[in-house]
């Protein structure tokens, strides 16, 4: 049975191409604004109020935010998931996962304003989304270690061998099974569909991001929505800072704030939704979405 946050009440979204995607929301009459939150990609929406009442969404809840938090496609409760014969791809997921977020959001807002936040795949996701639809764009977007992996987005020599090489191994383990058992290897719990690695290892040996006849790069460079990003120098290489840097550089000049966190309490990838010490951050998020207009 799932379990939802206290207070919390279940949603229920149905995307353009039929996927009905669950979530819970955080409703607030006083609210400023509202915030949609996803999750990142071999995980689900639990990650994003870690512990249940204490993490991301609460906080931003407690600040004056009306938040609804949604498990993406393939992905806790919406599924089918990948190891019951789920298919789908990342251009599913920009295409179609978050315009649903956003008209969901929109939906709810009464005019308020709709910001976005995503932790790592829906963070990317949503800003090319808000390059490609630009009439159905959130009014901000906030993204925790944006970074989708193509060759020339990672200066290093030496991680893009290492980053080639897992591509490599990644998809050769999924076309075996048809998905990626994340939680057979210890790095998740939510299955992922052989499509969506496939594509994921198509942007890197293609070095273009791009997906169903999509220029990923090109609709980046039209984002005219304000976001802000989080990179941290302990996360070694999921979303690198300086991959992160060019990831994001891609968006109109003005349009993004970049902020690094380092030292010893910076966060690792997860860290940044799950580790209690990335308090600071959830709250300055919170102000960033308040001062949207």
């Known amino acids: ?46 990650t994003l109020d870690r512990p249940s009442g204490a993490g991301l969404a609460s906080a931003l809840f407690a600040a004056g935010i ?56 829906i963070g990317h996701a949503a800003m090319i989304a808000a390059g490609l639809f630009p009439d159905r764009a959130p009014d901000g977007v906030v993204a925790f270690a944006p970074n989708l992996w193509s060759r020339h987005l990672e200066p290093s020599a030496g991680v893009r061998v290492v980053k080639g090489a897992a591509l490599g191994a990644w998809h050769a383990v999924t076309r075996a099974t048809g998905f990626f058992d994340t939680a057979r290897f210890g790095i998740g719990r939510d299955a992922l569909a052989e499509p969506y690695v496939r594509q994921f290892r198509a942007m890197w040996s293609d070095d273009r991001l ?33 991959s992160v840097e060019r990831f994001v550089g891609l968006v109109p000049e003005g349009r993004v704030e970049h902020v690094v966190l380092d030292g010893p309490s910076a966060p690792d990838h997860m860290g940044f939704v799950t580790d209690e010490r990335s308090r600071p951050e959830w709250e300055r998020t919170a102000r960033w979405i308040l001062a949207r207009r």
């Open 1 to 46: 049975m799932p379990v939802y946050t206290d207070g919390a009440t279940p949603i229920a979204l149905t995307t353009e191409d039929g996927w009905t995607l669950r979530g819970e929301r955080l409703a607030r009459d006083d609210a400023k604004a509202v915030a949609v939150l996803g999750h990142a990609m071999m995980v689900d929406r639990r």
């Open 210 to 242: 791009a997906g169903g006849g999509d220029d990923y790069e090109a609709a980046l460079g039209r984002v005219a929505t304000d976001v802000l990003a989080f990179s941290s120098t302990n996360d070694r290489l999921f979303g690198r800072v300086a």
């Open 66 to 121: 009306d938040v609804s938090w949604i498990d993406s496609r393939g992905h806790g409760e919406s599924g089918p998931r990948a190891e019951a014969g789920g298919r789908w791809s990342y251009d599913d997921v920009v295409r179609f996962d978050v315009p649903a977020l956003v008209a969901h959001g929109r939906a709810i807002a009464n005019g308020r304003p709709v910001v976005v936040v995503g932790h790592s795949l």
